[in-house]
């Protein structure tokens, strides 16, 4: 069994770092406003992961301690991508038109924030969404007020919401946005380590 | 975030336990003690594809590392006892809300993880726990000093109306008791403010 094979496929990522940017996109899909980049080099590989070793137990008699420990693994794992799969869900549940108009004018080579999937789902969502509209409330309206204008009709993503975020690498210069006319605009320098609270804009940018 | 899934992260910590039975080494995909190794993948000898990292091996009284998951795990099959965490004693401990009840920002904490841990060990391995109703008492004392600290200063936030905050050295537990409260009035505050600075302006984020 030629183990190289398998070992390319993690890509250079030890299965420990794959585990942990899977937790750490996890985290970040829960607490961010907004969609994010769709992590799906990461989804796949821990997918093989998971699936190795499943077919690993199988093979294994049943009863013994180690199988047992393997397979708690397996259940943690595979919680943390449920749960991030479905907070993905959520948001393009929720902000349906906003997303499927970011992918649409996305340049060519910038990476995708759907995955294929995830892209079908959004469009059968907007495509029954509509449908449901039509069917329930619009043919009943006079002619000229048959249409509903999907992107205003659904609120945006709220990016001016806090979040608290934890820094990696020191960044200088981050500008705040002032929110009445008595502040300024400020700049602040960020240390590592340090744990803020601060609008979901200004950290976009930085 | 659910309390749970705070518990959920705070399980990967590793906690030292000694085992009554034997193993030899288990091969885990997450492991936390091998973030600095080189992974290769082998055949061991049982049988198993083994990935990466490594527990073990299991010898009946000799102490062993594994994370706080499988350490409950094999206590509630009675297969090992639980060995506390250093900074779980209760000199150190009392150390500690000394120290914090001093200070106006938050000190360190010995474990970004201390309540979770505090209330997992002491539930499932009390009898491993020297002293455990006093430690309980100490940190139950810890922790509400901080969240005090941390309801002044989020009240402080508020009313003086700033656009960001340095928190250091909370712990996720700490910050998820107040983070639903916090963010969902610190935006519905941020609308109405600026909603006041541009009469006529689109408003976005039309929420009902």
Same mark, same amino acid.
């Not at chain 2, 091996?57 to 509630?76: D, H, I, R, Y």
């Not at chain 2, 600026?194 to 976005?204: D, I, R």
């Given at each position: 069994?030629?183990? #190289?094979?398998?070992? =390319?496929?993690?890509?250079? @990522?030890? !299965?420990? &770092?794959?585990?942990?940017?899977? /937790?750490?996109a996890?985290?970040?899909?829960?607490?961010?406003?907004?969609?994010?980049?769709?992590?799906s080099?990461?989804?796949?590989?821990?997918?093989?992961?998971?699936?190795?070793?499943?077919?690993?137990?199988?093979?294994?008699?049943?009863?013994?301690?180690?199988?047992?420990?393997?397979?708690?693994?397996i259940?943690?794992?595979?919680?943390?991508?449920?749960?991030?799969?479905?907070?993905?869900?959520?948001?393009?549940?929720?902000?349906?038109?906003?997303?499927?108009?970011?992918e649409? #004018?996305?340049?060519? =080579?910038?990476?995708s924030f @759907?995955? !294929?999937? &995830?892209?079908?789902?959004?469009? /059968?969502?907007?495509?029954n969404?509509e449908?449901?509209?039509?069917?329930?409330?619009?043919?009943?309206?006079?002619?000229?007020l048959?249409?509903?204008?999907?992107?205003?009709?659904v609120?945006?993503?709220?990016l001016?919401?806090?979040?608290?975020?934890?820094?990696?690498?020191?960044?200088?210069?981050?500008?705040i946005?002032?929110?009445?006319?008595?502040?300024?605009?400020?700049?602040?320098?960020?240390?590592e380590?340090?744990?803020?609270?601060?609008?979901?804009?200004?950290?976009?940018? #930085? | 975030?659910?309390?749970?899934?705070?518990?959920f992260v705070?399980?990967?910590?590793?906690?030292?336990?000694?085992?009554?039975?034997?193993?030899?080494?288990?091969?885990?995909?997450?492991?936390?003690?091998?973030?600095?190794?080189?992974?290769?993948?082998?055949?061991?000898?049982?049988?198993?594809l083994?990935?990466?990292?490594?527990?073990?091996?299991?010898?009946?009284g000799?102490?062993?590392?594994?994370?706080?998951?499988?350490?409950?795990?094999?206590?509630?099959?009675?297969?090992?006892?639980?060995?506390?965490?250093?900074?779980?004693?209760?000199?150190?401990?009392e150390?500690?809300?000394?120290?914090?009840?001093?200070?106006?920002m938050?000190?360190?904490?010995?474990?970004?993880?201390?309540?979770?841990?505090?209330?997992?060990?002491?539930n499932h391995?009390?009898?491993?726990?020297?002293?455990?109703?006093?430690?309980?008492?100490?940190v139950?004392?810890i922790?509400?000093?901080?969240?005090?600290?941390?309801?002044?200063?989020?009240?402080?936030?508020?009313?003086?109306?700033?656009?960001?905050?340095?928190l250091?050295?909370?712990?996720?537990?700490?910050?998820?008791?107040?983070?639903?409260?916090?963010?969902?009035?610190?935006?519905?505050?941020?609308?109405?403010?600026?909603?006041?600075?541009?009469?006529?302006?689109?408003?976005?984020?039309?929420?009902?």
């Amino acid at each position: 069994m030629s183990e #190289s094979s398998e070992h =390319s496929a993690d890509d250079e @990522l030890t !299965p420990a &770092e794959l585990i942990a940017r899977l /937790e750490e996109a996890w985290m970040n899909e829960k607490f961010s406003p907004e969609l994010l980049e769709n992590k799906s080099e990461i989804v796949e590989c821990v997918m093989e992961q998971l699936i190795h070793m499943e077919e690993n137990l199988q093979r294994v008699k049943k009863g013994d301690i180690k199988a047992s420990v393997h397979r708690m693994e397996i259940d943690r794992i595979r919680f943390v991508l449920s749960s991030y799969l479905r907070s993905r869900l959520q948001k393009i549940e929720k902000y349906f038109p906003h997303v499927l108009e970011k992918e649409k #004018s996305r340049a060519a =080579s910038d990476p995708s924030f @759907l995955s !294929p999937e &995830e892209f079908a789902f959004a469009k /059968e969502y907007l495509a029954n969404t509509e449908t449901y509209l039509k069917a329930v409330a619009l043919r009943h309206m006079p002619p000229n007020l048959q249409t509903v204008d999907i992107l205003k009709a659904v609120p945006e993503p709220p990016l001016d919401s806090f979040v608290f975020l934890r820094v990696r690498e020191r960044q200088e210069n981050i500008l705040i946005e002032p929110e009445t006319d008595e502040q300024r605009e400020y700049v602040t320098d960020l240390e590592e380590g340090a744990e803020l609270l601060q609008d979901f804009q200004s950290c976009e940018t #930085s | 975030m659910d309390p749970s899934e705070v518990e959920f992260v705070a399980e990967k910590e590793m906690v030292t336990v000694i085992p009554n039975f034997s193993l030899d080494r288990i091969y885990l995909i997450g492991s936390a003690t091998c973030r600095t190794n080189v992974p290769h993948m082998y055949r061991s000898a049982d049988g198993y594809l083994c990935v990466q990292g490594d527990l073990g091996p299991f010898n009946p009284g000799l102490p062993v590392n594994v994370p706080v998951w499988l350490a409950l795990n094999l206590k509630q099959r009675q297969k090992c006892r639980i060995v506390p965490p250093e900074w779980m004693d209760v000199e150190k401990l009392e150390e500690i809300r000394e120290q914090e009840r001093k200070e106006d920002m938050f000190t360190p904490m010995p474990s970004p993880h201390y309540m979770e841990l505090t209330k997992l060990l002491l539930n499932h391995a009390s009898d491993n726990i020297p002293r455990a109703d006093e430690i309980r008492t100490l940190v139950k004392d810890i922790w509400d000093t901080r969240v005090a600290k941390l309801r002044l200063s989020a009240d402080s936030f508020v009313t003086q109306q700033e656009a960001h905050a340095k928190l250091d050295n909370l712990t996720l537990m700490e910050i998820n008791t107040s983070r639903m409260f916090l963010l969902e009035s610190l935006n519905c505050m941020y609308k109405l403010r600026t909603n006041l600075q541009h009469h006529g302006g689109t408003a976005k984020g039309q929420e009902y």
